[in-house]
């Protein structure tokens, strides 16, 4: 089965850190953005290898995503 997860990546000082939204375990960092998205998707296989290893629900993919406007 193809899940697709929502990543985010937020830059800072020593690069990027990257996370996803439907799955807020899965966090990594790297040099580069596409060093951030590589090690995001190791970390996702790992994540879910984990997982099915301990019988756990592998969560959906599934997250909805909104701006929120706000005065500042």
Excluded at 4 to 30: F, M, N, R
């Amino acid at each position: 089965m193809l899940n697709a997860y929502t990543a985010t990546y937020t830059k800072i000082p020593s690069g990027y850190i990257g996370q996803l939204i439907d799955w807020p375990e899965v966090i990594t960092e790297g040099a580069t953005l596409e060093e951030c998205r590589e090690m995001l998707r190791d970390a996702l296989q790992e994540m879910i290898a984990a997982y099915k290893q301990q019988n756990k629900e592998i969560p959906s993919g599934k997250a909805l995503i909104e701006q929120v406007p706000v005065e500042v």
